[in-house]
């Protein structure tokens, strides 16, 4: 399995709160990026990035920020929850394949 | 539309049966072309990656890309019941780049 890890694995969070999520990969693959799957919309990419802060937007960038300080590490923060961002977040880092991670559940209530 | 259409299912067959999975795209300029398998509450799972048109096989799976007609395949030879879970297609123009995914196929395998 390629080496990607995503914290936490669930989270129950309240609207308007901050939340930040972590992928962690030990692959030193230059691409990484966040999508998020929803039941009839399948997977959307949220914000992807190709090397240490160098980061671009995807489809469903609204309400989302991301940072790379670090190769292995690519933070998705929701700067104020909404009820729309519930869903599983899924991190995925790329050497020419995409590799994806475990997913993280979030619940905003 | 979207650039990618992936049948939608869900689909149940037999035990060992052929299973024939397919997705259309409208981008011309996708080169790369991937089928994930998800199991549920998991992460996609590569199973099969293909540059441009041709057949790739792996064990019991074969990737078709038909680039005139921006169309493409996955087969399943003498399915399991293990093999029941969603399959994305996935394509890009670029090695390492964005993809564009499907919306899934849920495939049961019935013992």
């Known amino acids: 399995d390629a080496g990607i890890t995503q914290s936490p694995r669930h989270k129950v969070t309240e609207t308007g709160t901050p939340v930040t999520l972590r992928c962690h990969q030990t692959e030193n693959h230059r691409y990484m990026y966040w999508y998020r799957q929803d039941p009839g919309h399948g997977l959307r990419l949220i914000h992807y990035?190709?090397?240490?802060?160098?980061?671009d937007k995807g489809e469903v960038s609204d309400g989302y920020s991301v940072s790379r300080s670090k190769t292995e590490d690519f933070l998705l923060t929701l700067e104020s929850a909404t009820s729309s961002q519930t869903s599983v977040y899924f991190c995925?880092?790329?050497?020419?394949?995409?590799?994806f991670g475990p997913g993280t559940r979030l619940t905003v209530l | 539309q979207k650039e990618v259409e992936q049948d939608p299912g869900p689909l149940s067959v037999p035990e060992g049966a052929i299973v024939s999975l397919n997705c259309t795209y409208s981008?011309?300029?996708?080169?790369?072309f991937m089928w994930y398998r998800q199991y549920s509450r998991k992460g996609p799972e590569l199973l099969m990656y293909?540059?441009?048109?041709g057949n790739k096989e792996d064990g019991r799976f074969t990737a078709q890309v038909d680039k005139s007609s921006k169309y493409i395949s996955l087969f399943i030879r003498d399915s399991q019941p293990s093999d029941s879970a969603t399959y994305l297609c996935?394509?890009?123009?670029?090695?390492?780049?964005?993809?564009?995914f499907g919306d899934g196929t849920t495939l049961t395998v019935k013992p």
């Open positions: 293909t540059y441009s048109s």
């Open positions: 981008n011309s300029a996708f080169q790369y």
């Open positions: 996935a394509m890009g123009n670029t090695n390492a780049g964005k993809s564009t």
């Open positions: 990035s190709y090397g240490v802060k160098d980061t």
């Open positions: 995925a880092i790329s050497d020419g394949k995409q590799f």
